[in-house]
């Protein structure tokens, strides 16, 4: 399986060009990860909103180049209302991200409205290995959201779940990895104070929609969000030093993806 | 047009009475922004609360010395919780700022919720450019809750505003211009690196109540609290440098704050 | 009255635990502390999921280990569901952390609320002087969410309040107190900054329940949390200074807590 990583000059301008070209990106997400994803988002060029005020699920998605629906976004809006952003924004030909954070953690009802949106064909999927796994038909074994698998346990399944869905699907965790179904990619690198930053996942699935919302190519954009991210973690872990304290590493990281940026 | 700082000794101590009296400040705005709005608040050392948690929006209010309304705060709350909450800060005397944010951005709902607000006497109304433009008749030209006006294309709107509503207008921009619709002044300063952090404007809003809590000059408030945030966000950029990252610009701003109360 | 710090081995044994077992916390909080509480569960080594997504309220306070209810989740969650995850809680075995911020500030639906959860046996209950000697039935004296009553002041009214309330309750200020009604100990230190710091306190009931869930031991756990806490507090101080600022401390308090548990 082929490396990718920030160094590939094609994943530079890919990731450039989010700034060059500042793009609306439209997200639904949880009030734990909304700070930090808006900020991700900004830090890298986007213009990020936010949530589900009036009519904004109506209207929003299809003046965005990019949305993304964290499914946790359920805490504060009914099913429905997450239904009719993957909706609009297919319908107008805005490429969305799916994340189903903590998929297969036991809720069977919220699961039920995960896969609800798997069908509104979404163009990416992210997630942790237990999310993705569970997704995909396989075990369940999340603990709420975390994941208990590793990364090279969920390639298998990402492969089928991406041929079921038409996605292109990514795995976080120690390595990456990115596959339409077909062709799979690795994503080395990153940092493991990233799972002590909460909403550290959550903004990834943000920036995944910032990239696909500046390039016609949701594998391309996928893979481009995800070594920004790694390669911002290793700044970020720099920066800090090893003995580093999670609070300083995240503030490090939304300055990773501003410097990588700029 | 004349020009106003921090320098001023009438702004330094309009700003340190926040802390010396230490209001209650009381406000419902979005979970995005949220924190960010809490802790400038602190930072300047007001006291504040936010959201609607059962009763509150009936009693704090009216127990509160200030109030903010963030208009997104609809995300969370039925658009008569908002409305319920300028009322009885109107009917009980304290004064209420108004942040239309993302005004004019295409949602016809959501921009209705906004003006319905207007009618009720709110004693600063503080935004962007576009957003203010929007509001004022002009064009509508908000990218979601970015602008794509600068503030010194909004001069001549907010005056009308002004003296359309009966409030202090105050726009936020390279240059910020707050008027009451008969003398206008610029707030120059600041660093472009606010744009890129998300709530730093909702947190201005915030910030505008914190001072109108402990003056009964609501022009003088809105002057105090955008020159209190220029100057911070000077010493947030001596802090972290010309190409520090905007993680860390965030946290230099409070920093400022802080350390212009204290 | 004895005077317990992280000093003490059992303190630093049964905070490390929490690293070493790892335990899935779940929380329903308001979103202005949300993110910070989680934050501090991931610094201290648990594993938290925050908010009620679609059937979560109802699977994960029994799978979890430790579980808290900050009041003021009130603000994006009918109170039903608030009292169905303290009751499946109980049910469960699962002890369980309540925060009543703001009782006692003038709220009387919200009042209500927070003592109808007293009756669903909390292990510990936690919050600021105003809010537990109005809760304890003493006078009520908060302003919003802050208390204007020193901690010295509460000692007599939360020794009442565990003795009614069979939980064990700790009052946060210059000086914490921890009681189970029989007896008493004194947890000094911290700093005057995480006054300044939104949530502090409210991610401070959130790591009382991330001990809960590695110790059968309601007492030493809350001891556990309120002495880390002000060790981190102290160890945030000596990173920022003295005259460091607000945004500087939040920062460096995670750190703190980071660097306590590794």
Request: proline share 4%; charged share 15%.
């Amino acid at each position: 399986m082929s490396e990718i990583t920030f160094d590939d000059p094609q994943i530079q301008q890919t990731y450039r060009a989010i700034g060059e070209k500042s793009p609306f990106v439209y997200g639904l997400t949880n009030y734990i990860a909304a700070n930090l994803s808006a900020n991700v988002l900004l830090a890298a060029g986007a213009g990020p909103a936010i949530g589900a005020g009036a009519d904004w699920p109506a209207v929003f998605p299809a003046g965005a180049a990019g949305v993304w629906i964290n499914t946790a976004a359920v805490m504060s809006n009914p099913a429905e209302v997450l239904r009719t952003v993957a909706a609009v924004a297919s319908e107008a030909g805005t490429p969305w991200v799916l994340d189903p954070v903590a998929h297969g953690a036991g809720a069977a009802e919220y699961d039920g409205v995960v896969k609800s949106l798997v069908e509104l064909r979404p163009a990416v999927i992210r997630g942790n290995a237990s999310e993705l796994i569970s997704l995909a038909g396989g075990a369940t074994t999340g603990k709420g959201v975390e994941t208990t698998a590793g990364s090279d346990d969920a390639v298998e399944h990402i492969e089928r779940l991406a041929r079921q869905s038409g996605a292109v699907v990514a795995v976080s965790g120690a390595t990456d990895y990115i596959t339409d179904g077909t062709r799979t990619v690795a994503v080395p690198g990153g940092d493991a104070r990233l799972t002590k930053v909460t909403g550290a996942g959550c903004s990834l699935g943000a920036l995944t929609a910032g990239a696909a919302a500046v390039i016609d190519d949701a594998f391309l954009a996928a893979v481009t969000a995800h070594a920004a991210y790694a390669r911002a973690a290793e700044l970020a872990a720099a920066q800090v030093g090893p003995t580093g304290g999670s609070g300083s590493f995240a503030v490090a990281l939304v300055d990773g993806l501003y410097a990588l940026a700029n």
